[in-house]
């Protein structure tokens, strides 16, 4: 396992746990928008550490079973359910119940992240595609709530709160969507660490700079060779 994977598989497990820990989901469970605030923050970046550096760990077979189509169904049914006000109301009343709710949101979380950072994936462009289309549907919990004008939970009494909360639901989508997308477009330009595998002499830099993207690299590679065509002769002038 490469140092970077285990960085972050050290780091996501860590504040994985510590969002599951009671005092910490008593504490966000008194005001709505600091409940969606943790909830984002584990969409966005806690969770996808986790998965990032898990990569490396799961079987070949295993890691590619989960299909992209399974990983946007899955976050959508958990962040919609999160927010209905029968499970909220009950989350909030109930201890168990609110730490299987913030369970099955990881989990659910997990599985959307999952076809972007293991090893062999999507390619960049279905990446950046699977991020457009799973952007779309959190946006409509999160306009609902922030152009709200009356209560949708029993647990909370502020309209200006619950209005801020759909802001950080709105925003979070939107911000996954252009992060995530100038991630893999980065990584798409970043150079090779190592040289090409279909170069295996001496790499000749010639005009290209140490630091050139990858693909500006293939520039430089000869061409295939025509096919030689017969000689036609050519007879003798009367």
């Known amino acids: 396992m490469a140092q970077r994977h285990r960085a ?11 969002a599951l820990l009671p005092p910490v989901t008593g504490f966000t469970d008194r005001r709505l928008s600091l409940h969606m605030l943790l909830e984002m923050l584990l969409l966005a970046l806690i969770v ?27 976050l959508n049914v958990v962040l919609f359910g999160s927010q209905l006000p029968a499970v909220m109301d009950l989350a909030s009343k109930n201890l168990p119940f609110r730490e299987a709710a913030q369970v099955a949101f990881i989990a659910g979380a997990f599985l959307f992240w999952w076809p972007i950072v293991r090893p062999g ?15 779309v549907p959190p946006t409509i919990p999160g306009i609902t709530l922030a152009l709200s004008h009356h209560l949708f939970y029993q ?8 209005q801020l909360a759909g802001l950080l639901l709105f925003g979070t989508a939107k911000f996954a969507l252009v992060f995530g997308t100038f991630v893999i477009l980065w990584r798409m330009l970043t150079p090779d660490a190592e040289p ?9 830099a010639g005009d290209v700079p140490p ?8 520039l430089d590679d000869e ?3 025509e096919p030689s065509r017969p000689q036609i002769p050519v007879g003798a002038g009367r």
């Open 223 to 225: 061409l295939p060779s």
């Open 196 to 204: 090409p595998e279909w170069n295996d002499g001496p790499a000749d």
């Open 155 to 162: 647990a909370y009494h502020s309209l200006e709160d619950q």
């Open 211 to 218: 630091t050139a993207p990858a693909w500006l690299r293939r």
């Open 8 to 18: 972050a598989l050290v780091a996501g497990s860590l504040l994985s746990l510590g």
């Open 48 to 74: 996808p550490l986790f998965a990032y550096g898990a990569g490396s760990l799961l079987p070949g077979r295993l890691a590619a079973s989960v299909h992209p189509v399974i990983g946007i169904a899955t």
């Open 121 to 135: 994936g999507l390619t960049a462009i279905a990446k950046i595609g699977y991020l457009m289309v799973a952007g």
